[in-house]
């Protein structure tokens, strides 16, 4: 039993590659490539394609863009849909599983993960390769973070604030009348009493009104 997969991506390269290594897998059948969501869209529309076959669609495509359509595709059909992109951000990640893609994965992690996500996925599974999975992760981390409060010691979330405004490590010691040092070891007890590594992240706490 073949599992039907068809190949939407603009980069002729990418695409034959993919479609090679596929068609080399004795279970997969890869019914037909297309440069652009349009042409396939296209063809959708005439029945053209058995209605259970699993897309593989480019994010950065010419014309109408992969994410832009995902809607389009299943307004007509609903196919699984794998994307598959150069983009490892975590908005386009998690636009594209809301819209309705069943896995995502990037490209950087190689033609394996491509068929390990069209397994998976045949099975009834979802699929998102490492860096993506890690993103998702770090994305639902921070969101869990945003809703807590942290309540700081005085003199910490006196240094927090100063470091919101811009200040430097020596121009928040000479306001505070204490050393560099001392500035270094706030920091330092005031990221483990948020949950942070880094400044970004405990300044985006801070402005967000989860602090106190």
């Known amino acids: 039993m073949y599992t039907s997969v068809i190949i939407i991506d603009d980069d002729a390269i990418v695409r034959e590659s993919v479609r090679m290594f596929l068609e ?4 997969i059948e ?14 959708l529309a005439k029945n053209q394609f058995e209605p259970n076959h699993i897309l593989l669609v480019d994010i950065g495509l010419p014309g109408l863009g992969g994410l832009e359509a995902i809607p389009e595709i299943k307004q ?20 594209a599983l809301s819209l309705g893609a069943t896995s ?6 190689g033609l394996k993960a491509i068929l390990e996500g069209i397994q998976i996925v045949q099975k009834g599974g979802a699929y998102l390769s490492p860096a993506v999975a ?23 979330y006196e240094v927090l604030s100063a470091l919101s405004e811009g200040r430097t490590y020596q121009e928040i010691a000479n306001e ?19 949950q942070v590594k ?7 706490l801070y402005m967000n009104g989860s602090v106190k």
């Open 30 to 43: 890869v019914i037909q490539c297309f440069g652009r969501a349009e042409d396939y869209l296209a063809e």
């Open 76 to 95: 007509i059909a609903d196919p699984d849909i794998i994307m598959l992109s150069t983009y490892e951000e975590e908005d386009k990640i998690l636009k």
């Open 176 to 194: 505070m009348s204490i050393s560099v040092e001392t500035v270094r070891s706030h920091i330092k007890k005031m990221y483990r009493n948020m």
């Open 198 to 204: 880094n400044k970004v992240e405990a300044i985006n």
């Open 24 to 27: 080399a897998q004795s279970d």
């Open 104 to 109: 995502y994965i990037s490209k950087r992690a």
């Open 134 to 156: 890690r993103e998702v992760v770090g994305f639902f981390a921070q969101s869990k973070r945003k809703k807590e409060e942290f309540e700081l010691p005085a003199r910490q």
